[in-house]
């Protein structure tokens, strides 16, 4: 079997100390194979989202470990974890957390910024993100002046401009209704499909869940469950085209608005 | 993100919040314009004092007098039958008792380390200047020294060591002796009228040459040159006693100007230590010039005050920024920007609303200074012509945009480091 791109081995993850000590995460273990989709299911604090920050890197276990590629990535330093989530990660929103009064290449091409890309060559792959998501044509307007659908495609486009191998979804439909939540949907697992991008869902939509290839069940801050798609196909296997070309017509039930 | 983009968003980032950064470049343009024009009135005022400077004298002379034994004690000092006073010659700052200096003090002088040539500063008492048959008018002669610079408006100054007698006019006597100008002086003989000790009454004719302007010292006397200032006293000590003749008030002494501070220190404690009291050009000059910087320092304090409170302005105006882009910090570095360069990019933020603020400032400042000058010089500073009363160095000026630019850094520090601390969950949470 191939080493997983991220996996969690025993992570715990408290907060606080003492008698307000809380422990988010008592003991995770989880392996996300290259090519997957994956979705992380739960309900507010339930852990998911903690167990999202810790695979993304953005903070460290209390104890276990985060492995990326095989390697602990609490070895890594600071400046390169930085730039693992620069290069490695994108990260799409719920609250699709657009920069207000900046345009939408601008917002973009944000990360390519961060990682020092010049002007040209920045505009460029802005452009070629934005085109592939449709929305060249709005490049020049400001991100504010959007509708929610095309926000969170901004924001899909803000999350592939660097070419990652893996995408962060934090309840990516969870601010929009359920016909653009579905072209949303559509266009993450289709990215999966064309670039076998790597795609982690935190949710506590059913039905968007049922679309990935497996399904991680937190409750308590452990995992209750682990569940492969429907149709069988093992987890790690990134043949998954016919899952999701079988299921892109069928999301039409509402999902649910998180508040 | 390179410095180039960081400038960029720093830039972009503060333009975004326009009223709230045109409030607070308001507040720093405030400081940075009166510290412009307070800075400049200083370097005008100093620079008129510096032209004016070397009209009093050149700067490689020590003026040097007789300490009078005994002048600390207290009550009435010993009778000594060698101790000549000298009497009716004062000149220069001397005031209590100043001993004589005789042609023995002179080669005494000569032998101190450092000293090139002594000469004895004889002053003249004059009575009246005259042209021709015209009225007689009150003046004092004042002899010029090599390295002078007088102001002149018209013709040149006298010539030290020329062998003819020549003098400046100031600029008051030309229309009362009957000159038609400025020019129509220039060239013209005058005859200047003294009394010698015993009564009889003598008169000198010299050439002018030239014509000075009033200037913030010794404006009003007539300058003479060296022949001119010799004959006038021996005219004036006709009926003296040799021993009064030859007894002066004070001796210029001339020095290497190049030599370091160090090096004329050690010289004036030579002379101190041989009995003398010695006065530079830079002390005379110096306490005037010191009351003038005071006062512009005391001026520039309250100008930094209020750039003070512009920095407090700073604080703010960053401090509510990074609040409001609270989820933006969380998000640049969620995607990999680093604390250090989150830092960068608030405080070069804040350094750009310094920028703003200084050269909005200094700009304004400049204008108003040019514009004052133009109304005062035809108003109120009519009868100090050559004063400039706000002037500016490149110099100081750049300093002030720099110092403003540091203050609007260190301000931006604050807010700076609480973005640059921001935890990229704790930014983007929002359940």
């Given amino acids: 079997m191939s080493v997983p791109v991220l996996a969690a081995r025993d992570i715990h993850k408290s907060y606080g100390r003492g008698p307000t000590r809380f422990e988010a995460l008592k003991g995770v273990s989880i392996d996300i194979h290259s090519g997957e989709t994956i979705a992380i299911v739960g309900k507010s604090g339930s852990g998911k989202s903690t ?6 890197l953005l903070d460290k276990p209390s104890k276990g470990e985060v492995e990326l590629s095989g390697r602990d990535a609490a070895a890594l330093s600071g400046s390169a974890l930085n730039k693992t989530r620069n290069e490695t990660f994108g990260f799409v929103f719920q609250q699709f957390f657009l920069t207000p009064g900046t345009s939408v290449l601008d917002n973009v091409t944000l990360p390519l910024r961060i990682a020092g ?9 802005g452009m070629a993100a934005l085109e592939q998501l449709e929305l060249a044509d709005k490049a020049k307007n ?4 959007l509708s929610g659908g095309q926000k969170q495609r901004v924001v899909i486009a ?44 935190v949710t506590h939509d059913e039905e968007l869940a049922a679309r990935c290839d497996r399904r991680v069940y937190i409750r308590d801050g452990l995992v209750v469950e682990s569940l492969a798609a429907p149709t069988g196909v093992a987890p790690g296997a990134s043949t998954s085209t016919s899952i999701a070309s079988s299921s892109a017509g069928t999301t039409t039930s509402t999902s649910e608005a998180s508040a | 993100m390179n410095a180039f983009d960081l400038i960029g968003s720093a830039v972009s980032n503060s333009i975004r919040s326009k009223t709230r950064t045109l409030l607070t470049v308001l507040a720093i343009f405030i400081g940075a314009f009166t510290l412009t024009l307070t800075s400049g009135v200083g370097t005008g005022i100093n620079r008129y004092i510096d032209d004016t400077v070397s009209s009093i004298g050149a700067s490689d002379i020590i003026t040097v007098t007789k300490t009078a034994e005994e002048t600390t004690t207290e009550g009435p000092a010993e009778y000594n039958p060698d101790s000549n006073l000298v009497d009716g010659q004062f000149q220069g700052p001397a005031t209590t008792s100043v001993e004589a200096i005789t042609p023995a003090d002179i080669d005494d002088l000569a032998e101190v380390s450092g ?24 003046a004092s002669v004042g002899s010029i020294i090599p390295g002078m610079t007088l102001q002149m408006v018209s013709g040149a100054q006298p010539v030290y060591n020329a062998d003819d007698y020549e003098i400046a006019l100031p600029e008051s006597y030309i229309t009362p002796l009957g000159f038609s100008g400025n020019s129509d002086a220039v060239g013209q003989t005058i005859t200047i009228g003294l009394t010698d000790a015993t009564g009889t009454s003598s008169t000198i004719d010299a050439t002018v040459v030239g014509v000075t302007e009033p200037g913030l010292v010794g404006g009003s006397s007539l300058s003479a040159n060296d022949a001119l200032t010799q004959a006038l006293y021996s005219a004036q000590s006709v009926g003296l006693a040799d021993s009064t003749r030859d007894s002066y008030s004070s001796a210029t002494v001339r020095f290497d100007d190049t030599i370091s501070d160090e090096a004329l220190t050690d010289l004036r404690d030579d002379l101190t230590a041989a009995g003398y009291d010695s006065t530079t050009v830079e002390d005379q000059i110096g ?3 010191s009351v003038i910087d005071a006062i512009v320092l005391v001026l520039n304090g309250f100008a930094v005050i209020a750039l003070i409170a512009a920095g407090f ?8 920024s990074v609040q409001e882009r609270t989820r933006e910090i969380g998000l640049m570095k969620a995607m990999g920007m680093g604390g250090g360069r989150v830092f960068s990019l608030f405080s070069l933020e804040a350094v750009f609303i310094g920028f703003l603020g200084s050269a909005i400032g200094v700009g304004a400042g400049m204008l108003a200074g040019f514009g004052v000058n133009t109304a005062l010089a035809g108003s109120l500073l009519a009868d100090l012509p050559g004063l400039t009363l706000v002037a500016f160095d490149p110099l100081a000026v750049g300093t002030i ?15 700076a480091l609480r973005a640059a601390k921001a935890d990229p969950i704790e930014s983007l949470r929002y359940e």
């Fill in chain 1, 51 to 56: 167990l999202m920050h810790l695979l993304a």
């Fill in chain 2, 401 to 415: 945009v720099i110092t403003v630019m540091a203050i609007a850094f260190l301000a931006g520090t604050i807010p």
């Fill in chain 2, 115 to 138: 000293v090139l040539s002594v000469e004895p500063t004889i002053g003249v008492a004059t009575d009246y200047v005259q042209l021709g048959d015209g009225g007689q008018y009150q």
């Fill in chain 2, 313 to 320: 302005g700073i604080v703010n105006t960053l401090l509510m």
């Fill in chain 1, 117 to 125: 890309v010049r002007g040209a060559e920045r505009r460029r792959r």
């Fill in chain 1, 158 to 201: 803000r999350a592939l401009v660097n070419n990652p191998s893996v995408i962060f979804a934090d309840e990516p439909t969870g601010n929009l209704d359920s016909a653009t939540g579905a072209v949303v949907e559509d266009i993450l697992f289709n990215l999966n499909r064309t670039h076998g991008i790597t795609v982690i869902i």
């Fill in chain 2, 287 to 289: 306490s005037f010039k």
């Fill in chain 1, 142 to 145: 400001k991100a504010t002046d």
